[in-house]
């Protein structure tokens, strides 16, 4: 059974950093993307940033760009969210996707077949 699980959420001010990590357990897959997504108290869910499994591709929402860094340790079949110089409408409950797919299309939209249980990012102003 595939799990994802995201850390490393927390409280921080405007103009701080955070790193969140997401880490994928049971079944390996070779072809797939994975990808950050956010939702705030009564928005909608909404993409931030996009990795491909070979590394080499790489996107990211307009409203982050510049300031957060995807990137993936294969290893540890973790991913990142490095976020630097945060804004308040950057909080948010941070959720891992993970969509098993060879094309790169729809990497916005999905579908995502699993997801992680969410880190709480807060900014505070």
């Known amino acids: 059974q595939v799990q994802l699980v995201e850390s490393g959420g927390g409280l921080v001010q405007t103009g701080g950093s955070l790193r969140l990590s997401c880490t994928v357990s049971g079944p390996t897959f070779s072809t797939y993307i994975r990808a950050w997504f956010r939702q705030a108290p009564g928005k909608e869910r909404e993409f931030v940033a996009a990795i491909h499994a070979s590394g080499a591709i790489t996107d990211y929402a307009d409203s982050v760009k510049g300031r957060f860094t995807i990137s993936r340790d294969n290893t540890k079949n973790t991913i990142y969210l490095q976020m630097n110089s945060l804004k308040p409408n950057d909080t948010a409950l941070y959720y891992c996707?993970?969509?098993?797919?060879?094309?790169?299309?729809?990497?916005?939209?999905?579908?995502?077949?699993?997801w992680g249980q969410g880190t709480q990012v807060t900014v505070s102003s």
């Open positions: 996707g993970l969509r098993i797919a060879t094309s790169w299309t729809n990497h916005r939209t999905g579908p995502y077949r699993y």
